[in-house]
């Protein structure tokens, strides 16, 4: 079985304080892994490493084979296509009804025309 997610020697600290030291796992096709820990231990700080809205200070992470860690801001746009995560607090637009939000990743980030992404929410709602 070969891994959809490859995480290999993270570590991560802020201002000297060390957040992750020698995280090392593997996703494989159809499992499924969680994460548990105190407020504060660093969950979300590994999940945003994983979709490039944190830079890893060493390590290295694997999307299907292919090394994601040292990718550019708009080359990350594609994997956050591809992988899903649902943030802690507020990460919703207010003003937008759940469509909305749902729609507006599409919009900006694909080539699906309204019709595509119609069909995309419904399926996934």
Same mark, same amino acid.
């Given at each position: 079985?070969?891994?959809?997610?490859?995480?290999?020697?993270?570590?991560?600290?802020?201002?000297?304080?060390?957040?992750? +030291?020698?995280?090392?796992?593997?996703?494989?096709?159809?499992?499924?892994?969680?994460?548990?820990?105190? #407020?504060?231990?660093?969950?979300?700080?590994?999940?945003?490493?994983?979709?490039?809205?944190?830079?890893?200070?060493?390590?290295? !992470?694997?999307?299907?084979?292919?090394?994601?860690?040292?990718?550019?801001?708009?080359?990350?746009?594609?994997?956050?296509? +591809?992988?899903?995560? #649902?943030? +802690?607090?507020?990460?919703?637009?207010?003003?937008?009804?759940?469509?909305?939000?749902?729609?507006?990743?599409?919009?900006?980030?694909?080539?699906?025309?309204?019709?595509? !992404?119609?069909?995309? !929410?419904?399926?996934?709602?």
């Amino acid at each position: 079985m070969s891994a959809i997610l490859e995480v290999k020697n993270i570590h991560k600290s802020f201002e000297g304080t060390p957040i992750h +030291q020698g995280i090392s796992f593997n996703l494989n096709e159809n499992e499924c892994l969680g994460l548990l820990g105190r #407020s504060g231990s660093g969950k979300s700080v590994l999940l945003r490493s994983l979709i490039g809205l944190e830079r890893i200070d060493g390590g290295e !992470i694997y999307y299907r084979g292919n090394r994601i860690d040292h990718l550019k801001e708009e080359d990350f746009f594609k994997i956050r296509t +591809q992988i899903s995560y #649902s943030f +802690q607090n507020g990460a919703l637009f207010d003003s937008m009804n759940v469509y909305e939000n749902l729609a507006y990743p599409l919009r900006e980030h694909t080539e699906y025309n309204e019709n595509e !992404i119609k069909a995309k !929410i419904s399926n996934i709602l």
